[in-house]
């Protein structure tokens, strides 16, 4: 029997990498391709900041088609989530009934989630729900994930974090009560090597850029 077609949401970060990796080692479903938002002022991806060409990059080293739903700056709720339901509409009619996502413990997104998809038939899936961060975190650097942090909350975290690499150092140095997944918003991340990825992503970190509240890290092909 053929498996169930599903898309992975990815931001490009870790949690979605990881997510992919462990849906690929269950072998449940056949993913067909990855669902990325992408702010298309910046042209780079959304909340994230990386750059465009770092995402086509990640994708073609995952074996992924990219699906990119291209929103404005500024986007209001109601555009973003007509464009994704436009997306999603396309998807359904290629087939596609389930979509992966690398939440681990934000039960309010995840309900949200749920419904969405469920208004058009399609179910969510969470391979990496409520696993403990801290080993999570550990487990993904010991199985040779390499990521930067590509963004930072100035609220929770000073912005010489950003454009750090996501390793042992970085967990120690984490203030108390910052997650170590970063799953509360206090950083996201660009993933460049990993068992997920079949070659590394050769990046370097350009200039750190601060706006609305945030620090961005300016990833860059080395």
């Given amino acids: ?3 169930p ?3 992975i949401a990815w931001s490009s970060g870790k949690d979605s990498a990881w997510a992919l990796h462990e849906a690929r080692k269950a072998g449940d479903y056949d993913i067909v391709g990855a669902l990325t938002t992408v702010t298309d002022t910046f042209e780079r991806v959304s909340m994230h900041g990386v750059r465009e060409e770092l995402l086509r990059a990640q994708l073609e080293a995952a074996g992924l088609p990219s699906i990119t739903v291209r929103i404005p700056f500024p986007c209001t709720n109601d555009i973003y989530e007509a464009w994704m339901a436009a997306a999603m509409q396309d998807a359904v009619a290629a087939g596609v009934t389930h979509v992966i996502f690398g939440d681990l413990f934000l039960a309010d997104l995840r309900a949200w989630r749920e419904a969405k998809l469920a208004a058009i038939n399609v179910t969510a899936v969470f391979p990496i729900w409520m696993r403990p961060t801290d080993g999570l975190a550990r487990e993904m650097i010991a199985a040779g994930v390499e990521a930067h942090l590509a963004v930072v909350d100035l609220k929770k975290l000073s912005a010489r974090f950003a454009g750090r690499r996501f390793d042992a150092s970085l967990l120690g140095d984490l203030p108390s ?13 660009f993933v460049s090597a990993g068992p997920m990825l079949s070659r590394k992503i050769p990046v370097r970190v350009g200039e750190t850029v601060v706006r609305e509240g945030f620090a961005f890290a300016d990833l860059l092909p080395a």
Avoid at 182 to 189: D, V
């Fill in 1 to 3: 029997m053929p498996r």
């Fill in 177 to 189: 009560g910052i997650d170590p997944c970063g799953e509360n918003g206090e950083f996201h991340s």
């Fill in 5 to 7: 077609k599903a898309l």
